[in-house]
């Protein structure tokens, strides 16, 4: 039985092995994962699907934060939808619609008709609000999209979609040809270059979390990506294979990790698929665990709670079976409490953060220091995580003051700001709502996180049955400003 990861197996590793499906193709770099987990493939295709990718390009007409279209918000909700439900519906990011409500950017002429009918306004109505002429403007850009040519900003990641569909079929391969015991080395790769790969993955992880701007850490996540698929196209032995398998996992849910930052869903969730499937292919338990839960924590942040349900449950299955020495199960636990949270269930969400909290009876190698970091430290601001979203401001305040008063990093200081805003949005305590969302705002400028811009657009949204006060008024406009800084894809 092969291990989780290459510093430790532990004897849990060595459980009856799970039965694993063959998959009937090579998978391609995108949402296979019901071949990788072995749950509903329709729960997770509905999951899947629900990312949305297109960034639309920078249009014509009113680009000032003055000219902030509140007609366009207006007619969004009139209309029934939230930012997220919209851009769902018209398949672009939900930070594309919050721009486009701020004045920051204009959607590309062929999109506006769909936008028109979606709002339930003439073309006419829509184009007087946005200040462009509809669909017979001619921009580059918009031909640029229309057309399907990249442009120079489209080659990174085109290269990183050939660097994808190349690890899926790399990935895949081993499986397909069969008895890994018939497999011989070929090349020069011995212990020695594994431990040096294992320890440059480490490294990058190391400045991933010191990093202010996450997204530094991406070219060398790319290149140490690529030098791994090749590593794994050539022919190996089994051991050898494994040990690339899990440093491949290992990597995928790093890159992940990157491009969740940067708002950049559908980029994160193909990478935690990745991971997901060389973690199978490894038989690593833990590591194929946290993989899938990385992928839920993505409709966590999208608030599709329900979707995150099936994916924990075969997380929680995949821990159980895994290392008992690693914290893996406590993690799974605590994302599995934020999600009974966000559906009501508050028995639930304080079930799952109790045995979350039994993390803090395991010692020190609990954690690997890359892909599994939970170490119970972020319990307090979890706790009012699952509180702000159960409606209970008081036990939110306490756990989320808790978590203010310890060191944390600057994406996890913006969002608990954040839930402490939401905090004061339920009390209708406007000072300490201007207050702690002015705070999180400095901190999405200083580090260009999308998790914290993700976070403040859901608090917008709590304001806008509040904007009979000037000083909320002012707070939303802010807010808006603020997401409307475009931050650059990776």
């Known amino acids: 039985m092969r291990g989780d990861n290459l510093r430790r197996r532990g004897a849990g590793c060595r459980a009856t092995p799970l039965v694993r499906p063959r998959p009937n193709c090579i998978p391609y770099a995108g949402y296979t994962t019901a071949h990788v987990c072995g749950i509903s493939g329709a729960s997770l295709t509905n999951a899947a699907h629900a990312r949305h990718s297109a960034k639309q390009p920078v249009g014509g007409g009113d680009t000032t934060v003055a000219g902030k279209r ?31 409500e701020a004045g920051g950017t204009v959607p590309v002429p062929f999109a506006r008709p769909r936008l028109a009918e979606a709002l339930g306004v003439s073309s006419a109505q829509l ?72 320890n440059f993955n480490q490294h990058l992880w190391q400045i991933f979390a010191m990093a202010t701007a996450k997204q530094a850490v991406y070219p060398l996540v790319t290149q140490q990506l690529a030098q791994l698929v090749d590593r794994l196209k050539r022919t190996h032995r089994a051991a050898t294979r494994q040990a690339l398998c899990e ?53 966590v942040y999208e608030q599709q709670f329900a979707d995150t349900v099936p994916m924990l449950a075969s997380a929680a299955d995949l821990a159980a079976k895994g290392d008992s020495a690693l914290s893996t199960r406590y993690w799974v636990s605590a994302v599995q409490a934020e999600a009974a949270a966000g559906l009501g269930d508050l028995s639930a969400s304080e079930r799952a953060l109790e045995q979350a909290e039994q993390v803090r009876g395991l010692g020190r190698e609990s954690q690997t220091g890359g892909w599994l970091r939970f170490d119970g430290s ?94 909320l008024l002012r707070l939303s406009e802010d807010i808006s400003a603020c997401l409307s800084v475009e931050r650059s894809p990776l």
């Open 378 to 471: 972020r319990l307090p601001e979890q706790r009012g995580t699952c509180y702000t979203l159960l409606g209970k401001p008081d036990q939110a305040e306490r756990s989320l003051q808790e978590a203010l008063s310890t060191p944390v990093s600057l994406r996890r200081r913006g969002s608990v700001l954040v839930d402490l805003a939401n905090v004061g949005v339920m009390r209708r305590d406007v000072e300490q709502t201007v207050s702690y969302a002015t705070a999180a705002m400095d901190l999405t400028k200083q580090s260009g996180s999308g998790v914290i811009a993700r976070k403040l657009s859901g608090l917008n949204e709590q304001l806008a049955s509040h904007r009979h006060d000037a000083r």
């Open 70 to 100: 509140t007609r366009l918000a207006e007619w969004r909700r009139a209309a029934g939808y939230s930012q997220e439900r919209l851009a769902e519906h018209l398949g672009v990011d939900r930070s594309t619609v919050a721009r486009w």
């Open 127 to 198: 184009n007087a609000v946005l200040g462009g002429s509809g669909p017979s403007e001619s921009r580059p850009a918009a031909e640029t999209v229309a057309s399907g040519k990249l442009t120079e900003t489209d080659l990174p990641r085109r290269g990183l979609l050939r660097l994808l569909s190349l690890a899926g079929t790399v990935i895949a391969g081993a499986e397909l040809v069969g008895d890994r015991s018939e497999f011989v080395a070929d090349g020069p790769l011995n212990a020695g270059s594994v431990a040096e790969l294992a």
């Open 247 to 299: 440093l491949t996992c290992d990597l995928f849910q790093l890159a992940g990790e990157v491009f969740f930052d940067n708002d950049q869903y559908t980029s994160a969730a193909h990478c935690y698929t990745l991971a997901a499937q060389a973690a199978r292919e490894a038989d690593a338990r833990d590591m194929w665990a946290c993989s899938l839960t990385r992928h839920a924590f993505i409709s």
